[in-house]
């Protein structure tokens, strides 16, 4: 008796993902969200047959609901449903299997431990760089170079609402930039300023 309220069952829930996909093709987006609802379970499961690993098989259940999705239109609702949904499932299966197997081929997995370094110089913070040796060099700027230099890369301002506030002209605020940029590497690397 149970086998056979089974199987009543089973053909009930085949016949109700038969009619929420024909209503899916009719631009019934509730039908069509139940549908998906529905079927992602037995997905996951039929994914897990094939896949250890719950990223593969979150990534192939997602990858056969982009092809129900796309190919949607090709169900014909006088034919069941779950027929058409395994071969779907399966060819994807097979395609992500076949991907992994050309990956893994290709591919040397390294455990995160190699990832690291193991010399202890190598996992010190570095230190808080110095800006008072920039601050002394922008100081020292030509006041149009250092108006340039502040508004642009202080304020970040565009070049056009730099030179509104400087009434500087859009050219000459680049120039003056440029020279400030030069100055400063020149500077700060210790070449001292050839602006």
Same mark, same amino acid.
């Given at each position: 008796?149970?086998?056979?309220?089974?199987?009543?069952?089973?053909?009930?829930?085949?016949?109700?993902?038969?009619?929420?996909?024909?209503?899916?093709?009719?631009?019934?987006?509730?039908?069509? %969200?139940?549908?998906?609802?529905? +079927?992602?379970?037995? &997905? /996951?499961?039929?994914? $897990? *047959?094939?896949? @250890?690993?719950?990223?593969?098989?979150?990534?192939?259940?997602?990858?056969?609901?982009?092809?129900?999705?796309?190919?949607?239109?090709?169900?014909?609702?006088?034919?069941?449903?779950?027929?058409?949904?395994? %071969?779907?499932?399966?060819?994807? +299966?097979?395609?992500? &299997? /076949?991907?992994?197997? $050309? *990956?893994?081929? @290709?591919?040397?997995?390294?455990?995160?431990?190699?990832?690291?370094?193991?010399?202890?110089?190598?996992?010190?913070?570095?230190?808080?760089?110095?800006?008072?040796?920039?601050?002394?060099?922008?100081?020292?700027?030509?006041?149009?170079?250092?108006?340039?230099?502040? &508004?642009?890369?202080?304020?970040?301002?565009?070049?056009?609402?730099?030179?509104?506030?400087?009434?500087?002209?859009?050219?000459?605020?680049?120039?003056?930039?440029?020279?400030?940029?030069?100055?400063?590497?020149?500077?700060?690397?210790?070449?001292?300023?050839?602006?």
């Amino acid at each position: 008796m149970t086998d056979e309220a089974d199987q009543r069952r089973a053909a009930d829930q085949a016949r109700e993902l038969a009619n929420l996909m024909a209503a899916a093709q009719d631009g019934d987006r509730r039908a069509y %969200a139940a549908l998906l609802q529905a +079927v992602t379970p037995y &997905l /996951r499961a039929q994914a $897990r *047959r094939y896949f @250890r690993n719950t990223q593969d098989v979150e990534d192939v259940v997602q990858e056969i609901l982009l092809t129900v999705h796309r190919v949607r239109q090709t169900y014909d609702p006088e034919r069941p449903f779950m027929p058409w949904l395994t %071969a779907i499932a399966r060819r994807r +299966v097979v395609d992500r &299997l /076949r991907g992994k197997g $050309r *990956r893994e081929t @290709r591919e040397i997995v390294i455990p995160p431990d190699h990832e690291t370094f193991t010399e202890v110089a190598a996992n010190i913070e570095p230190e808080a760089p110095d800006h008072s040796a920039l601050h002394a060099a922008v100081a020292a700027l030509p006041p149009g170079q250092r108006l340039a230099v502040e &508004l642009l890369k202080f304020q970040d301002l565009s070049l056009k609402e730099a030179s509104e506030r400087s009434g500087m002209s859009v050219g000459s605020l680049k120039v003056a930039a440029h020279r400030a940029y030069k100055s400063l590497r020149a500077a700060l690397s210790g070449g001292g300023n050839d602006a």
